[in-house]
């Protein structure tokens, strides 16, 4: 059902960290999704002194039951009070059930996720344009399940669930399904970077083999959801506006710079606190719609044990991982030593303009007793995702991602958008691209001819990445194969990468994962038969 406007809160308290997921829910947000607006009654403010500190707020969970999690979603607009880098400033977003990002959807191999969305938007006031790579239908919207191997038919992406409709997904998860971090967003094409730049996203987690490593089981398991809001006019200030909305894609370039800033479960740089030696499981999600984020802890090294989803065979320490719009990356993390550190996201140059400045996403306080936990080492990988050797590949292809700022490419505002496109075309929804054998296994090359960073997402099946051009992966050498579901290609640079097609045919699509591409036009449709 949908949520009142008064279960908004600011900074909800977690006194221990072991009881923050049922203190939150058990605090009357057992509905959905981490709170960042407050409907109270805190004035706006120019700066930041009287923000509170907030603490990581973790999102409620649904659990499967009996082989099945049935839920529902309603889709609203919500105004209240936010927390953003100037102060606290009143907002009107588009949310799932009045909460900035959604719950933490947990299940296991072989079980069914049942999810009914029921869109309460306002009407759509346009019509569907000409070229559908121009921007419309911003209250409509739809489902992916990102990175969950299911039939397309059942994570359909093609549909438009518009305002006063209702739809029931139903995913039926393989028993043999990996275990892993996965994640769904809205998917709309032509709004789903606002959807997303309004928060609209939240984990789904297959439980299973590596959660029972015993390292694995004795580290704190927490969700890190980063989400980029983006607010027209929050970086023109002053003055301060009586309500911040995201921008309509109406023009080329509605989304500013300067109105983005960073939430973690939908607060505001965040405080984490944990006991020298404890190890925690970070699940972090790159949510944002076009940001690629190097993650680090200044003075720690960061734990990987699953990328996108899928364990690695060992434990791998870095001091950076570097995630696209859509990576994720598990974390386990042990400070040893009393103090407070950060997780930061350092400057990225993604494309044409200046590069995002580094941010502080969240802070942690070490104290207490020392606890000296143990890190993993050796990890249990999932069975059903061997290696793709050379011999193994059954036909090779390529793409092209391309961008032409020669007044090709859709219109939007009356203005020529720049041409983003994929093997020298736009989405076509009436043109099926790429026709794969069911079974086939591919070995890709995606070729970057463009200056800016495009993160290739395919549906349905991971994929191996094999060989870049820049020679390293998510920010570190690429030494042997790594499995993804989302890849960012360098400028003017390649990726070679192996992928398999068993179990479900069907329609699907592939697309850059920077979302104000993929929303105007930088997509193929995939026929797997």
């Known amino acids: 059902m949908a949520r009142s406007p ?3 809160v600011e900074g909800n308290t977690i006194s221990e960290i072991e009881s923050g997921r049922r203190n939150f829910i058990l605090g009357g947000l057992a509905a959905l999704g981490s709170a960042a607006i407050s409907t109270g009654c805190g004035s706006s403010n120019n700066g930041t002194a009287d923000i509170p500190p907030a603490t990581l707020v973790q999102p409620p969970v649904l659990r499967s039951s009996n082989g099945e ?6 889709i609203n607009y919500i105004s209240g009070n936010m927390t ?11 949310t799932w059930d009045g909460y900035i990002g959604g719950p933490t959807l947990r299940v296991k191999p072989g079980d069914r996720l049942s999810v009914t969305i029921t869109n309460n938007l306002p009407p759509n006031t346009d019509s569907i344009p000409p070229d559908v790579n121009t921007p419309h239908h911003f209250n409509s919207i739809n489902l992916h399940t990102h990175g969950l191997h299911v039939s397309p038919g059942q994570d359909y992406v093609l549909l438009d669930i518009m305002p006063g409709e209702s739809y029931t997904y ?4 393989p028993a043999d399904h990996p275990a892993g971090t996965f994640w769904y967003h809205a998917h709309k094409h032509g709004s789903t970077a606002m959807h997303l730049f309004s928060g609209m996203a939240g984990l789904l987690i297959v439980e299973g083999e590596v959660d029972n490593d015993p390292e694995v089981a004795a580290a704190t398991d927490l969700d890190f959801v980063i989400q980029e ?3 027209g006019g929050l970086g023109d200030e002053p003055p301060i506006k009586s309500l911040y909305e995201v921008p309509d894609y109406i023009t080329p370039s509605p989304f500013a710079r300067a109105d983005s800033f ?3 479960n939908g607060v505001y740089q965040p405080r984490l606190t944990i006991a020298p030696g404890r190890t925690v499981r970070l699940r972090v999600l790159n949510a944002s719609s076009r940001n690629t984020m190097p993650i680090s802890v200044p003075g720690a090294q960061l734990n990987l044990i699953s990328l996108d989803g899928i364990t690695l065979a060992n434990t791998k320490p870095v001091d950076t991982v570097r995630l696209a719009p859509a990576n994720r990356a598990d974390i386990i993390l042990r400070l040893d030593t009393p103090g407070q550190f950060e997780i930061n996201k350092a400057s990225f140059q993604n494309g044409g303009g200046s590069p995002t400045p580094e941010a502080t996403l969240a802070y942690i306080d070490v104290v207490g007793t020392e606890q000296n936990m143990s890190l993993p080492t050796a990890l249990t990988t999932p ?3 061997p290696p793709i050797q050379a011999g193994e590949v059954t036909e090779t292809r390529t793409l092209t991602y391309a961008v032409a700022n020669d007044g090709s490419g859709p219109m939007i505002g009356g203005m020529a958008a720049a041409n983003f496109t994929i093997d020298g075309v736009r989405f076509d929804p009436t043109v099926i691209n790429q026709i794969i054998n069911l079974n086939s296994v591919i070995e890709w090359t995606l070729f970057n001819t463009s200056d800016a960073w495009h993160s290739h997402h395919i549906h349905i099946n991971p994929f191996q990445v094999v060989a870049i051009s820049t020679g390293e992966i998510q920010g570190f050498p690429l030494t042997e194969p790594v499995w993804l579901d989302t890849v960012d290609i360098p400028p003017q640079g390649s990726v070679t990468l192996r992928q398999r097609f068993p179990d479900f045919a069907g329609l699907f699509v592939l697309h850059c ?9 930088m997509m193929q449709l995939v026929n797997v038969v």
Do not use: M
């Open 69 to 74: 999690l049935s839920t529902a979603f309603d």
């Open 6 to 8: 008064d279960n908004f």
């Open 229 to 231: 809001i983006n607010l």
């Open 513 to 521: 994962h920077i979302l104000t591409h993929e929303d105007i036009g």
């Open 262 to 264: 960073f939430l973690v």
């Open 383 to 385: 069975a059903q995702l």
């Open 170 to 173: 139903v995913y039926d998860i």
């Open 84 to 94: 953003t880098p100037v102060g606290i400033r009143s907002v009107r977003l588009r």
